[in-house]
Each structure stands twice: as C-alpha cells, then as structure tokens.
C-alpha cells in the first residue's frame, strides 16, 4: 500500500493513456515544496587533525618533535622502530586448529571433499558466495592447489 501512489505517478509519467490521466488525480503547486532559505550550507573542514600533524611531519621529513618524550613516543610508533623492537619471548605452541565454521563466514569460500572420485579424477568442490548479491560459483577439482583457486578466483 505505501508504493501505491509512487507506482501509479510511475505509471501516468511513462504512459501517455489519457483515460489513465483522468483517473489519477494530479495537483499543480504555484510554489516549491522546500523552502530555500532552509537549503543545507557548506561547512569548512581542517585539513588534518592536530595530532596528525606530527605523524605526518616524521614520516614525510623524519622530523621528530622537539619534546624528546614526545620524540620517543612518535619513535616507538613507527613501523621502521617496530622492527628493531624486542620480539615478545612467548613460549612455543602447537597450531591449534579452529573447528568453529565462524571465522570464516565472512570469507563465503569453502572447500568440501574429500568426495566419492567423480569423472575425470575430482574429488572436491570449491564453493564461493558472493557477500553482496549472493552469487554463487562451484568448480570441481582434482586436486587443491594454490593456482587452481587462484584460477577459480
């Protein structure tokens, strides 16, 4: 009922069926709808937040603040300090493996098999789900290698 109106002012501007016009009623306004003087202005934005500055500054001129603790702080931030920075001396583990399907919900790609050999030697599938327009694709492989799902990709 709300796409009514919309969908026979659709109709009467694409149709030229006088007796169609003589059914919807159409109103003339002497004046707009919308006021002018309520028009949205423009609004002035800084070029770059002030704590931006410095950041930008270093990584453009390396030029690092004139308070040495600032100095330090900017210093340790940086990708080329965080590769001289101490490596964390955690204890080694082994890989545990992620048995829930969630982290990979937001890829939409999956590999199902191993299946029953089909014709020509495929025993997998490839599944892929288009997030937005949900569009699936499936391909039948042999083997899982890197370049056939770069192919299927």
């Known amino acids: 009922m709300e796409n009514s109106y919309a969908d026979a002012l659709l109709?009467?501007?694409?149709?030229r069926d006088s007796d169609l016009i003589k059914a919807i009623p159409v109103e003339k306004l002497n004046q707009p709808?919308?006021?002018?003087s309520l028009a949205p202005t423009a609004m002035t934005i800084s070029e770059s937040p002030k704590w931006m500055k410095k950041i930008?500054?270093?990584?453009?001129?390396q030029v690092l603040s004139s308070d040495r603790q600032e100095a330090q702080k900017q210093c340790r931030r940086a990708a080329k300090c965080q590769k001289f920075a101490t490596i964390p001396k955690l204890p080694a583990q082994n890989l545990t493996?992620?048995?829930?399907?969630?982290?990979?919900?937001?890829?939409?790609?999956?590999?199902?098999g191993p299946l029953p050999i089909g014709r020509s030697g495929v025993k997998f599938?490839?599944?892929?789900?288009?997030?937005?327009?949900?569009?699936?694709?499936?391909?039948l492989l042999a083997k899982i290698m890197e370049e056939n799902t770069w192919k299927f990709l």
Do not use: G
């Open 11 to 15: 109709k009467l501007a694409s149709s």
């Open 33 to 36: 709808s919308i006021d002018e």
């Open 56 to 61: 930008i500054a270093y990584l453009t001129n």
């Open 97 to 112: 493996p992620i048995t829930s399907p969630w982290p990979f919900t937001k890829w939409r790609i999956d590999f199902i």
């Open 125 to 139: 599938v490839v599944v892929e789900v288009d997030y937005f327009t949900k569009w699936c694709k499936a391909e």
